[in-house]
């Protein structure tokens, strides 16, 4: 059974720095095709996808926001984190992490299995 | 890159069929078989309902329907019941090597 759970500060100052951690279980990060990426939705907005790591170590970043964020993943733990920097409060959202499901030899392109996620306000 | 465009707003009857209309370019939707769709009810997580253009996962009900033509997907919802009321989501593969979502559509069931 896939589960996934983010965490980290509810609440930054602007120009702070953000770091989730995604703790997950049921799959490992080592396994051919598998993926964590994260996705954040403004309140009453459209969802956002913001990075993906794979088990390969390849990494891709919305080219949007690429110069601020960095993702990596610690196999030991079962964990994948995001850090985000400059936040503004534009960047006030819900941050959820989700699983891609590997296919045999190649990654999917889909998330199948969604953290709860975790809302993070930027206010001084 | 920008979001697929789909309607903000699609309403139906209970039993009646909906589709909803994911619009991207030829450089996401058009470009990769690999469109997903996402039902996300207030205060939830998206659920997957549809990948790689029209599969469902196991558990998803038979009445959700995936295809695409060109640049443009669509998810239809067959039989409409008061359970489908929800937020839907598209998202495709782009050739930046990244992920796009569509600006969701909001589904009211009458």
């Known amino acids: 059974q896939i589960t996934l759970k983010e965490s980290g500060p509810t609440l930054v100052k602007p120009t702070q720095t953000l770091t989730l951690t995604c703790t997950f279980s049921?799959?490992?990060?080592?396994?051919?095709?598998?993926?964590v990426g994260w996705i954040r939705q403004p309140p009453g907005k459209a969802l956002e996808c913001l990075a993906l790591i794979y088990w390969d170590e390849t990494r891709r970043y919305s080219p949007s926001l690429r110069s601020r964020l960095t993702i990596t993943k610690d196999t030991s733990k079962n964990q994948v984190l995001l850090t985000m920097t400059n936040m503004d409060p534009m960047d006030t959202a819900t941050y959820y992490c989700?699983?891609?499901?590997?296919?045999?030899?190649?990654?999917?392109?889909?998330?199948?299995?969604w953290g709860q996620g975790t809302l993070v306000t930027v206010s001084s | 890159q920008s979001a697929l465009t789909q309607p903000a707003s699609v309403s139906g009857s209970p039993g009646q069929s909906i589709t909803i209309s994911c619009s991207g370019t030829s450089s996401d939707v058009g470009n990769f078989d690999v469109v997903s769709w996402y039902q996300q009810h207030p205060g939830k997580a998206p659920k997957l309902i549809i990948y790689d253009v029209s599969y469902r996962p196991s558990g998803v009900s038979n009445r959700f329907s995936g295809s695409k033509s060109g640049n443009t997907a669509s998810l239809t919802i067959s039989g409409l019941q008061a359970e489908d009321e929800a937020d839907y989501y598209c998202c495709s593969y782009t050739k930046s090597s990244t992920k796009v979502f569509g600006g969701g559509t909001k589904v009211t069931v009458l």
């Open positions: 049921g799959f490992s990060l080592i396994t051919t095709g598998v993926g």
């Open positions: 989700a699983h891609v499901p590997s296919r045999g030899h190649y990654t999917s392109y889909y998330f199948d299995f």
